[in-house]
């Protein structure tokens, strides 16, 4: 395009230097206004491809943005261990499950109440999911904390549980 724009006035120039074959101020004019279209056409085109930069930047941008969304939304589902060992569990909304100064009182609990024990063939460990039948889950009692969890016993050992996905959240030891 730029290169275009300078051909036609080069070749308006050289017929304007035909025209004015021998006065040298007109032809000096002519070949200003050539260098000041020429200087100004680069500018243009220097603006243009800095737009089209700018665009693709931000179309990178955007795309960037958009595959990180659901990542971000999905990192908030997941279950994760704080302190050493499995002491505490933070799942989803951030609710904590049984503490560690309560756990031999809420051990003691299940004890008193006569908790069966469920045999299952899996491994107990916190993100193991427990089958739809065979297990039954019991609310946790409000005197350890307010929780969405329910508890039960499976293979000897006592687990938090969240009800809707029978995902374990804590293996209290």
Not at 31 to 56: F, V
Not at 105 to 121: D, G, H, K, L, S
Not at 147 to 155: A, I, P
Request: glycine content about 8%; charged content about 20%.
């Amino acid at each position: 395009m730029g290169s275009a724009l300078f051909l036609k006035i080069h070749r308006k120039q050289r017929t304007a230097r035909n025209f004015f074959w021998g006065n040298d101020a007109a032809i000096d004019e002519l070949d200003g206004l050539a260098g000041r279209l020429a200087r100004r056409n680069a500018i243009l085109m220097a603006k243009e491809q800095k737009e089209q930069n700018m665009r693709k930047h931000f179309l990178a941008a955007t795309i960037v943005a958009t595959i990180s969304i659901p990542i971000a939304a999905q990192a908030q589902n997941t279950v994760g261990v704080a302190g050493s060992g499995a002491s505490t569990v933070i799942v989803d909304n951030g609710a904590v499950g049984i503490a560690t100064d309560q756990r031999p009182a809420f051990r003691q609990y299940i004890v008193q109440e006569r908790v069966p024990n469920y045999t299952v063939p899996d491994r107990v460990v916190v993100g193991g999911i427990l089958p739809e039948i065979g297990v039954t889950f019991y609310d946790v009692p409000q005197s350890f904390g307010a929780t969405s969890y329910r508890y039960t016993v499976v293979n000897g050992e006592t687990v938090l549980v969240e009800p809707r996905s029978r995902r374990i959240v804590q293996v209290i030891d």
